[in-house]
């Protein structure tokens, strides 16, 4: 099965920017998504198709992939951006949707 | 507003069944496929099963496939999650989430979650 490998934690200071990765085999040919996960909340997807922002999320969010590897970048940290942020793809071999671990983002 | 509400969560025993549902407001529930997401305590998401909008098409993951059933009523506006043989690994918070219509397949819509405990 598609395995998607995530830093467990990343700590960044506020007012600079957070990369957090995701790898998975060929990554490059699917669509990445990013969820923003708070304590004791729903996910939120913060970033869908690799690039693609939902509506109401801010510009300070973007997303890359290329390679093995996509990135979910957050510019001009926030203390409210301090969350576990999980990437996803959908797996058509096996018709499954497959999550990475989650990274704990830790905004100093 | 764009809402799904999930309920039937609770403690049962190992061997047991659950039925969850999770209803939808606020959009037309019939145009869009449907998930469940579940995250046990203290872990990451895992994908728990799928349905297309027209009823034809179920996917499940390995880890439930043969003990769990997913269903939908698309004039009530609702899912359903039919849990059976439960063990302590289904132990978890159970979401519903909206699939983005189109290629994506990302979840731009998720409910607030069902707490499901299983345990003797």
């Known amino acids: ?65 290329s390679g093995n590897t996509a990135t979910l970048s957050i510019s001009r940290l926030e203390a409210g951006d301090g969350a576990d942020y999980f990437c996803q793809v959908w797996d058509g071999f096996s018709d499954h949707w497959v999550f990475g671990g989650g990274t704990k983002l830790t905004v100093l | 507003e764009v809402q799904l509400v999930e309920s039937g969560g609770g403690l049962e025993q190992p061997g047991g069944s659950l039925r ?4 939808a407001s606020g959009f037309t529930f019939s145009y869009y496929e449907m998930v469940w997401v579940r995250q046990a305590p203290g872990k990451g998401l895992e ?12 996917y499940y993951a390995d880890s439930v496939k043969g003990r769990f059933t997913i269903s939908r009523d698309n004039a009530r506006s609702s899912m359903f999650l039919q849990m059976n043989s439960l063990t302590a690994d289904d132990t978890a918070i159970y979401y519903c989430a ?20 299983v345990s003797s």
Request: one cysteine or more; a positive charge.
């Open chain 1, 1 to 65: 099965s598609y395995v998607l490998t995530q830093p467990p934690s990343v700590s960044v200071a506020p007012g600079t920017a957070a990369r957090i990765t995701c790898e998975g085999d060929n990554l490059e040919n699917k669509r990445v998504h990013w969820y923003q996960q708070k304590p004791g909340r729903a996910p939120i997807l913060v970033i869908y198709s690799n690039s693609d922002r939902p509506s109401g999320i801010p510009e300070r969010f973007s997303g890359a992939n």
């Open chain 2, 20 to 23: 969850l549902s999770c209803t």
């Open chain 2, 47 to 58: 994908w728990v099963a799928y349905m297309s909008s027209s009823l034809t098409t179920i």
């Open chain 2, 98 to 117: 909206r699939d983005v219509a189109g290629p994506a397949r990302a979840f731009d819509v998720w409910g607030q979650g069902t707490m499901v405990t």
